[in-house]
Structures are given as structure tokens and as C-alpha cells.
């Protein structure tokens, strides 16, 4: 997957806005192992934004700055609302509708993928990705489900979209 000079910068800025959320989100035990390595978070991230479009990630962007001018920290709702330490934080349709699509998509990318794709169970990754939807804006929420509903349509599939771009994107940077 190839992207624009534009969309770089946009990816880049979110990334770098989650990874300081995600560095200030204390861990019970001291700083998580998975906060020791940047590196991978920026990876996954990006595998995470990969798939949405540019009116997405803008709406996203939007969301981050709103979010730190006000003092929230997106990764450290997300995690408290995995662990039922917050109230729902949304409770538009629109979570569960993308929530639902986006385990259809890992369930037929593990399917069709076994050797690169397993699933950890379809509850972990249904709560984690509707957690993390909690913290969107009503507008970023509508964009994504849009997304979704005409990746449906063309049949593509995002999750193995993702996937792919990560196998791309580990083949071109090898670990030495």
C-alpha cells in the first residue's frame, strides 16, 4: 500500500500523538515491556491506520489534538475500560456494528491466512477494538462504519488488508 506525502505526515502525527499517550498510561507493575519498545507500537499502529482513508484519519487527528487539549489520554481510557475501570464512554450503535464487522473480517482472515493470522479468541479482540472505538468522536465513528460498510460491499476484506501490508512491510525492513 502505497501513500502520499500528505497521508504520510497525517500518519505520522497520529502515531506519535498515540505513543505519548500510550508512554504516559501508567501499568500497575511499572512500565509495560510493550512501552519499552517503540518501535513496535508505531508498527502496529500504522498497521491499524493503514486501511482507513484520508477523511478518517483526519477526523481521528481532530479527535487526538480535542483529546489533549482537554487532559484525556485515549490509550489510558481504552485500557481502563477493558479492565471496567471507567463507565462506558459511547454507547452509539456504531460500536458494535464496527466491532462486529471487524471480527468478521479477522475470522475470515484467519481463515484464510492460518499460517500468518490467529485469533487470541474473538472476545479479546472484539472488547479491545470496541473499547478503543469508545474514545472516538461521534463523527470519526461514522467514517470508520461508513469504511466498513463499503469495504462490505467490494468484498475486500481489512483485516487481511492489514495483514498484508504488515507482511509487506516486515519483508522490506528485516530484523538484524
Known sequence: METSPEREVLLNEIIER???MFLATPNEGGVASCQQRPD????????AHITHEDAT???YLEDLRAAEESGRNF??????????????LSESPLLDEIADAEDE?????AKARPERIRRNGPDMFRRYLRCELETLSPRT??????????????????????????????AAHPRG
Do not use: C, I
Open 57 to 59: 484519519l483526519k477526523s
Open 105 to 109: 473480517f479477522m475470522d475470515e482472515a
Open 141 to 170: 465513528l461514522a467514517l470508520y462504519a461508513d469504511e466498513v460498510r463499503r469495504a462490505r460491499s467490494q468484498g475486500r476484506n481489512l483485516a487481511l488488508e492489514r495483514h498484508q501490508w504488515l507482511a509487506d512491510y516486515l
Open 75 to 88: 490509550m489510558l481510557e481504552k485500557y481502563a475500560r477493558m479492565d471496567d475501570r471507567l463507565p462506558p
Open 18 to 20: 498515540e505513543l505519548a
Open 40 to 47: 513496535t507500537f508505531r508498527v502496529m499502529r500504522r498497521m
